[in-house]
């Protein structure tokens, strides 16, 4: 919990934040109280997504899995999008006061879905080829209530976490904040695994979703409630016009180089800026050069989309260069992706009973990858990181932290490979191949829970030392963007995850429809296989990159 505490700070907005009449600890209650009714309306919405397509809707399971990872990654992707909102156009109150609202009408839509007849298909058995699969007006509600659901996680997650840190002048209130934000979307998401999806399973799917919009209503009305305390903030502009501005100027002055004498390089009002910019990714350093016909009619300079300055274009640069260490992380989050959807299939088939009485529901299975990276984090942080500054008189590097995640990561999806190949087993063993999909293989469902806590202990440190290497190395003006590229990864991860099931799909027979006849095991070796090669492509890219901040690391990058 420390790590994220202490990695996802802001800090460039702190010292111009005051709050001798608004903010501090007074928002607390309502922002944190906000966090956990929205936290549990999203999983009440989404945790166990699957189950409901396949058992509710009549999709079948490859299909489901497929919807799945697409709304997953819509979680994931529209947090950047609310971000951006947030700080270019709107104050963060009223995106997450509107998007919660949106996120209200998506949950009462997948009530309604869940418990009126006519939008939604007749119960059967599941995978039966009697099945009726839905109508194109039940497909139309149930794409729109997910579409609205995503939308309202994207413009609350990320933006009401950053409006929390808002609220405090000072570093340590901020990190203080930000460890029990942490901690309460751990709780609440824990909770949504758990308590929202056995009622669903057990009980109703009506009475499942409509705690949902419970949640989302009380979250929502308790935020408002707060709005004459909070301090409110106004709109910085998007970081990324700054990009574009440095990429347009390049390319605009390109020609010109060749044919008018440049007059130096700008600065800005940056009296402690470098004289010049750095050789590396020259063609940028036009962007910087002072023309005559750059100069106002008052002789002065200004930055302009023709015009940037020297620490506009060194930012730029920077982030170039970390680009493809970010990249390494998209099929780290895609095989983690593949194995929590694929795991929900596997557990629908298994014997999910613990004793004579309560059975675990399918979707809640991923509950321990999450309390095992939890837990994890709070023993990695207390324990082994100041054992290991002892031991070795250095603090471990983010890119370390990084590396060793990545190699659990393979030992996890070798765990699922062998898992289901023992699955497999026990269903030729009991000839339940070509049987009906409904049938359960006498295996406890508890062999999944191995590869999850894996899973879950790899996240412990390759999140938060990701967290950590953009917070750090990500320029000043990208500090609020850099945390934000954790949600793109995952994102991303989950699109490629879905682009990867429908590819084995089309070209092989490992993912029937019924998975007890097909190779799913065949599935977990190719992903162990990506996750190796590209566990090889971020060595690669830690032997190319070196740490630009060297007040926090020395100026290496071997993990």
Known sequence: MESLQTTSIPSDQAPSMKHSKRGGWTTFPFIIGAVVGLTLAAGGGSANLIVFLVT?????????????NIIIGCYSLFPVAGAVIADSF?????????????????????????????????????????????????YAVLYLALALASLGVGGTRF??????????????????????????????????????????DSVSWGLGFGIGVVANAIGL???????RFYCHTKPKGSPFVGIARVLAAAIRKRRKLETFQSQGYFHGDNTKAISSPTESLRFLNCAALRFEDDRKSDGSYSSSWWLCTVEEVEDLKTLIKIMPLWSSGILLSTTIATINSLTVLQALTMDRHLGPHFKIPAGSFLVFSILATALSISIIDRFLLPTWKNLTRRSLKPLQQIGIGHVINIFAMVGSALVETRRLRVVRTHHLNGESPGSVVPMSGLWLVVPLLVIGVGEAFHFPGQVA??????????SSTSTAMISLLIGIGYYLSTAIIDLVRRSTGWLPDNINDGRLDYVFWLLTAIAFLNFGYYLLCTKLFKYQNTENHENEASP
């Open 469 to 478: 290497l953009y917070y750090q190395e990500f320029p000043t003006s990208l």
């Open 159 to 200: 933006t009401i976490s950053t409006m929390g840190a808002d609220q405090f002048n000072k570093p340590n209130e901020q990190g203080t904040f930000f460890s029990w934000y942490f901690f309460t979307l751990y709780l609440a998401s824990a909770i949504s695994l758990t308590a929202i999806i056995y009622v669903q």
């Open 56 to 68: 509710v809707m009549n999709i079948k399971s490859i299909n489901a899995t497929q919807i799945n």
């Open 90 to 138: 709107f104050s963060s109150f009223y995106v997450v006061s509107v998007f919660a609202f949106v996120s209200l009408l998506g949950l009462i839509m997948l009530t309604l879905a869940s418990t009126i007849h006519s939008l939604r298909p007749p119960t059967c058995v599941i995978g039966s080829l009697a099945c009726e699969a839905p109508s194109k007006l039940q």
């Open 221 to 227: 009305a308790v935020f408002l409630l707060g709005k």
